[in-house]
């Protein structure tokens, strides 16, 4: 398909062709998008999306780039970044409402400036809020459906879906994103007013806690495994040995064990074989199935 020809003069925010993904993951790990596609607004994305169904074009969307595993091949179609490029947050009175590309961190520092609290937990998540719904986020106790109210997503063929906290099925890192196959677009919060020096000082232990415990400043894509029932992936690898364990440019690390980090140069294939030597080695030693967190997408 000549792309290039087929998305000539379109006004759907910055458009590339065949560009690689590693430069918007957190992995740094990723093949080339026939098609990149960065929307400024709700608009260019929904006329983006009824082109792409219109002309049949495969479809991928993507945030922050953290929680993925990009294949080495890439991903054949369209894929949309919302990111940077689709952030933009607005306060009114105890609802906070933000893009989806908005970091996590960007609108909970957007709601101490307002002296509202309830987001500071799920603060340092890397990631978006468009993916951070869509997995139910959490962290410290936290989770995204404790403040969700209210969730605007598209469906693949350009169509607006309005739904309230009880109508998205949030459950341990899922929710009906998935289920339906939707793209969130924005998130409004219920959030409480306080004290904004508590809730910056709840914030910044918070970030004390994940800067001291977790590999932040490496290349990951947070963490690898889905915590399994009775115990804590993290827990479970260290015990086995692994603390640090390394192969290649892929190692787990020494921070924390719940994370697998890229060192430099490690391809898709590399990291998906690392990441199973691992939970293989968990299962034999000690019994416990350690379930893959990290979603592998792309042409493989």
């Given at each position: 398909?000549?792309?290039?020809?087929?998305?000539?003069?379109?006004?759907?925010?910055?458009?590339?062709?065949?560009?690689?993904?590693?430069?918007?993951?957190?992995?740094?790990?990723?093949?080339?998008?026939?098609?990149?596609?960065?929307?400024?607004?709700?608009?260019?994305?929904?006329?983006?999306?009824?082109?792409?169904?219109?002309?049949?074009?495969?479809?991928?969307?993507?945030?922050?780039?953290?929680?993925?595993?990009?294949?080495?091949?890439?991903?054949?179609?369209?894929?949309?970044?919302?990111?940077?490029?689709?952030?933009?947050?607005?306060?009114?009175?105890?609802?906070?409402?933000?893009?989806?590309?908005?970091?996590?961190?960007?609108?909970?520092?957007?709601?101490?400036?307002?002296?509202?609290?309830?987001?500071?937990?799920?603060?340092?998540?890397?990631?978006?809020?468009?993916?951070?719904?869509?997995?139910?986020?959490?962290?410290?106790?936290?989770?995204?459906?404790?403040?969700?109210?209210?969730?605007?997503?598209?469906?693949?063929?350009?169509?607006?879906?309005?739904?309230?906290?009880e109508e998205m099925n949030f459950s341990y890192r899922h929710s009906r994103i998935f289920d339906?196959?939707l793209i969130v677009v924005s998130a409004k919060f219920k959030l409480e007013k306080g004290d904004?020096?508590?809730?910056?000082?709840?914030?910044?232990?918070?970030?004390?806690?994940?800067?001291?415990?977790?590999?932040?400043?490496?290349?990951?894509?947070?963490?690898?495994?889905?915590?399994?029932?009775?115990?804590?992936?993290?827990?479970?690898?260290?015990?086995?040995?692994?603390?640090?364990?390394?192969?290649?440019?892929?190692?787990?690390?020494?921070?924390?064990?719940?994370?697998?980090?890229?060192?430099?140069?490690?391809?898709?294939?590399?990291?998906?074989?690392?990441?199973?030597?691992?939970?293989?080695?968990?299962?034999?030693?000690?019994?416990?199935?350690?379930e893959r967190e990290v979603k592998l997408v792309g042409e493989l």
């Amino acid at each position: 398909m000549d792309y290039k020809s087929l998305y000539n003069n379109k006004k759907f925010g910055q458009i590339d062709f065949n560009k690689d993904l590693k430069t918007y993951t957190t992995f740094g790990i990723g093949g080339p998008a026939d098609v990149l596609a960065r929307p400024t607004t709700i608009e260019e994305l929904e006329e983006l999306l009824k082109f792409n169904y219109k002309n049949k074009i495969e479809t991928f969307v993507m945030g922050k780039g953290s929680n993925l595993l990009v294949s080495d091949k890439g991903i054949r179609g369209c894929v949309i970044i919302l990111s940077d490029n689709f952030d933009k947050v607005d306060i009114d009175g105890d609802y906070l409402t933000a893009l989806s590309g908005t970091s996590l961190n960007e609108a909970s520092l957007a709601a101490i400036e307002a002296g509202l609290a309830g987001m500071e937990e799920i603060s340092g998540i890397p990631g978006s809020v468009g993916g951070a719904v869509a997995m139910n986020a959490g962290a410290y106790g936290g989770e995204i459906k404790d403040v969700a109210v209210e969730i605007k997503a598209f469906d693949f063929e350009g169509n607006l879906h309005t739904f309230k906290n009880e109508e998205m099925n949030f459950s341990y890192r899922h929710s009906r994103i998935f289920d339906d196959n939707l793209i969130v677009v924005s998130a409004k919060f219920k959030l409480e007013k306080g004290d904004k020096d508590l809730i910056r000082e709840r914030y910044e232990d918070f970030t004390n806690r994940r800067q001291t415990k977790q590999p932040l400043d490496k290349k990951s894509a947070g963490s690898t495994f889905k915590r399994p029932t009775g115990s804590y992936a993290s827990k479970l690898i260290d015990e086995c040995g692994l603390r640090g364990f390394r192969e290649g440019d892929c190692q787990v690390s020494e921070k924390h064990c719940g994370f697998i980090i890229n060192r430099e140069a490690a391809t898709c294939e590399d990291m998906l074989k690392f990441i199973n030597h691992v939970s293989d080695i968990v299962r034999e030693k000690t019994g416990f199935v350690l379930e893959r967190e990290v979603k592998l997408v792309g042409e493989l």
